[in-house]
Every structure is written in C-alpha cells, then in structure tokens.
C-alpha cells in the first residue's frame, strides 16, 4: 500500500493576514503610495534637487518667477526656489506630525491602560481626560506659543526651541482620544480567561500589562496614531498660519501658506502647492487609518 501525502499549506501569519486585507482597501493602498512619495520628496528630494546659492543682486531678479526647468515651482518673493523650500517644510511638517503623534499615543496609551486596569485610577484619570476635552485647542496653544516661546529659544535656539514647544504643545494636547480608546480595551481585555488565570498565579500587575494587555491594544493604538499624525500637522499648519509657529527661515507647510497669502491674487501657486501638500498628507494618513481598522479587525478580516 502506497502512502499518499497531502501537501498542507503552511497557515498564513498574522503580517500577512493584515496585509492581505490592507491591500483589498483600495483607499488605504492609494494614501500609503501618495504618503510615500512625499515623504521621499521631503526627505530624499533636498539630496537631488539643490540650486545654487543666489547673490543679493542675483536673488532680486530672480524674484516672482513662474515654473521654469531652473525653477520647477517658480520662486518667492526674496528669489527663493519654491520647490526647494517646499522639501523643507515637508521634512518639518512630517517630523511634527510624527513626533507630536508619539507623545500623544503615549500619553494616551498610559492613562487609557492605567485608568481600565485600576478601578480606583479610573475616576480621577477619567475626568483629567475630560478637562482637556473641554479646554479650547487652538487658544490654549497660542497661549502656550505665546508665554514659552521666548524661553525656551534661549536655551535651544529660535528653532529647535519652536520645533520641541509646538511638539511638545500638540502632544499634551492630542492624547485624549486615544486614552478613551485603550480605556474601553483594556476594561474589556482584564476580564479575559487568559488575563484571570495569570492574576491567579500571582502575576504582578506589571507583568500583566505588559504580557497580555498592552499586546492586544495594539491594534486601536496603531488606527489612532494614524489620525494623530494628521491632527498634528493640520494644528500646526493652523499655528504657522497664523504667524506663531516657527520662524520665517524656518519653512513649513503651514508657514508657506502664510506667506503666499498675501500674494495669493498675483501668484496663487504659492498657496496651492502647500496647501495641496497638506491635502494630501492628511487625506492619505486617514485613508491609511481606514484601511488599517479593517485590516486589524478579525471579524472583517475573516470573511
């Protein structure tokens, strides 16, 4: 008798499971390939694409000019390459909104996981969250710009001290979403059979969060700090709109669109191309988001 064996296909893993439900999104594939781009533009564009350094005289008849092959983007009003300042302000708008993202998901990762597991944290911690819902955002970051900006530059210059304050100042602004959402995760993982029989052994509370809750909070995690990084560029853009975010020579998206306003009748590609740029980063970071919440969710990746 002949022994006949079935070949059995290895079972999928789990990368590969989100990725294959990840790409049915056609939105989610789309915002990941527009975020790519220009990220490569911000980050990789300033190593391809330098112009010359222009002399006064030489800069004063540069100014104003339309897109050229010398300036794909035409150039400003101080006869600066408008491309080359848009790569710089992209490297500074997304390292904002990444940043700005960390320390939002952490703090609200923190407090959402200490306020579900310990029931006496819960109250206090809670309400803290409902504070900050209820403080303004854009006056409450003015204010800060404001009263910080100045102290803080003496110590780390006018623009690493303007870059660490508004990150600074858009994290510990941005936290509370998240918190409400691990909250309601981890209330609801701690009484998982798994999550009962570790604390029965005599696991620390320590070991728990960090072995069996803070791994299955993961997924609501990565789909808020998704939306985070939009928020975050989008308040700073409003900062730098408004003239309180970061100096002149130091370009952001945000502070392109400031400055192009006021020539925005003559030369309105000096606010559509910023602009544009924060679009599409936005729009591509939450179409990235929708397709990871699908992605991450079993029972939407199981049909």
């Known amino acids: 008798m002949t022994e006949i064996t079935l070949a059995t296909k290895p079972p999928e893993t789990f990368r ?55 300036h794909p983007m035409g150039t400003d009003h101080l006869g600066r390459d408008t491309m080359q ?42 309400r803290l969250t409902d504070m900050f819902l209820a403080l ?21 210059g006018p623009e690493m001290g303007a870059f660490v304050l508004i990150v600074f100042a858009i994290g510990v602004t941005s936290w509370m979403h998240a918190a409400r959402i691990v909250r309601g995760e981890v209330l609801a993982l701690k009484e ?31 789909v808020a700090a998704t939306l985070g990084v939009a928020e975050a560029i989008i308040t700073e853009s409003v900062l730098s709109f408004l003239g309180l975010g970061f100096p002149p020579d130091f370009p952001t998206w945000g502070r392109l669109l400031f400055e192009g306003l006021e020539y925005m009748q003559l030369y309105p590609e000096r606010v559509i191309f910023p602009g544009l740029a924060i679009s599409l980063t936005v729009l591509s970071v939450n179409y990235i988001g929708d397709g990871l919440r699908d992605a991450l969710d079993p029972r939407i990746r199981g049909r």
């Open 85 to 126: 300042r848009m790569m710089a302000a992209g490297k500074v708008s997304l390292a904002v909104g990444f940043v700005a993202m960390t320390i939002a998901i952490f703090l609200g990762t923190l407090v959402g996981v200490l306020a579900g597991y310990f029931r006496r944290l819960d109250g206090p911690l809670m």
């Open 192 to 222: 998982r059979e798994y999550v009962l029989a570790s604390r029965s052994i005599g696991a620390t509370p320590r070991r728990v969060i960090l072995r069996h809750i803070l791994p299955n909070v993961v997924s609501p995690v990565m």
């Open 136 to 156: 303004p955002l854009i006056p409450l970051l003015l204010v800060m710009v404001m009263l910080f900006r100045d102290k803080i530059a003496r110590y780390l």
């Open 16 to 70: 590969a499971a989100v990725w294959a439900q990840f790409r049915k999104h056609k939105g989610a594939v789309f915002g990941l390939i527009v975020l790519g781009l220009l990220i490569i533009f911000s980050m990789l564009g300033p190593l391809v694409w330098a112009p010359e350094k222009l002399t006064v005289v030489e800069a004063l008849k540069s100014k104003n000019l339309g897109a050229s092959l010398a």
